[in-house]
């Protein structure tokens, strides 16, 4: 089984995640690992046996010595999406572009949108079939976008037989306030 760890020290720097194997183990011989002295998200990739237990150490410097993050631990089945973007948006819709990853011959993707700060996707996303400009109006939810807020998006890829990439994201977007060809048309009073 192929596992997918992201940890985020969300602006923490001098901090890393490593994967053990067994309690014996811990702070001699890892699965792997990632540690750096910047703020950016650790991202690994450990294969370990089906059904085994792993033991996963967050650790830090005594530069840092407590710090807030998220950990998010998936299964891979294919290489994941990389490189998302938002190459347009209006106040009310988005589209939304993606790449896949390194060997992936994805054709089919899911697709989650959400309020800025929302979980990961427990479920399924909405299915899409283009990784280029991929139109949104709504939220995973249903709940249509709206003018003036913030979203995030998280793709994963089909691996076919009902298997999935890890989720890839969240992306950070916002929606217009007003459409550009109104030019938001304020009315502006002086008073003295």
């Known amino acids: ?11 923490s720097t001098n901090t890393g995640v490593f994967v053990y194997g067994s309690c014996g183990s811990i702070g001699t011989t890892c699965l792997g690992g990632v540690a750096n002295a910047n703020a ?10 089906a059904g085994s237990t ?6 830090s410097t005594t530069a840092t010595p ?3 993050y998220t950990l998010i631990v998936q299964e891979a089945n294919c290489v994941a999406p990389i490189n998302l973007s938002v190459p347009s948006f209006t106040t009310t819709s988005a589209n939304l572009s993606w790449v896949n990853g390194t060997a992936s011959i994805s054709t089919s993707w899911e697709v989650a949108v959400q309020l800025e700060g929302a979980l990961i996707p427990s479920g399924a996303g909405v ?6 400009n991929f139109p949104v109006t709504a939220q995973l939810d249903g709940t249509p976008l709206v003018a003036g ?3 995030q998006y998280w793709v994963r890829a089909d691996c076919g037989n009902g298997l999935f990439s890890p989720w890839s994201g969240p992306f950070l977007f916002n929606t217009d306030v007003c459409e550009a060809v109104n030019k938001c048309n304020y009315t502006f009073v002086l008073s003295t």
Request: aromatic share 8%; charged share 5%.
């Open 1 to 11: 089984t192929l596992l997918a760890i992201s940890m985020n020290p969300q602006g």
């Open 40 to 49: 950016s998200i650790r991202n690994l990739t450990v294969n370990v046996g």
């Open 54 to 59: 792993v033991y996963i150490v967050l650790s």
């Open 66 to 68: 407590n710090y807030p």
């Open 127 to 132: 299915l899409a079939v283009t990784n280029t």
């Open 149 to 151: 807020t913030k979203y």
